[in-house]
């Protein structure tokens, strides 16, 4: 599975992205996916995963601001974020969770959001 992340940029606070992953290769065998960040000079977290079902999972951090969605006809995870601040600048990454629990997960290779006060 590939996973590729895209939809990053630079926006001042207050305004909105949406980060696009899109999914390619044995797509069925995924179970969730999910978005993590890494602010610089800081370790990756966990910001918002969906299952398979449509069921979403949100950081504290990003609640009521972020919204992560799925496009199973088109194996696209979307996570529109709005209001953005200063400490959502990062790298963000996006992540497959495998149906298998042997599997290692799959990742993306990373956008960039810079948000300016």
């Known amino acids: 599975v590939q996973l590729q992340a895209s939809g990053g940029g630079l926006v001042q606070a207050g305004g909105s992205l949406r980060l696009s992953c899109a999914l390619s290769g044995n797509t069925v065998s995924i179970d969730s996916i999910g978005w993590y960040r890494q602010p610089p000079r800081k370790p990756r977290e966990f910001i918002a995963s969906?299952?398979?079902?449509?069921?979403?999972k949100y950081a504290a951090s990003v609640k009521g601001r972020f919204t992560i969605s799925r496009d199973n006809a088109n194996d696209t995870v979307y996570l529109q974020m709005n209001s953005l601040k200063p400490d959502d600048t990062a790298v963000y990454y996006c992540?497959?969770?495998?149906?298998?629990?042997?599997?290692?997960?799959?990742w993306g290779q990373g956008t960039q959001v810079t948000v300016s006060s």
């Open positions: 992540n497959a969770d495998p149906k298998a629990w042997y599997e290692d997960d799959y």
């Open positions: 969906i299952s398979s079902e449509g069921t979403p």
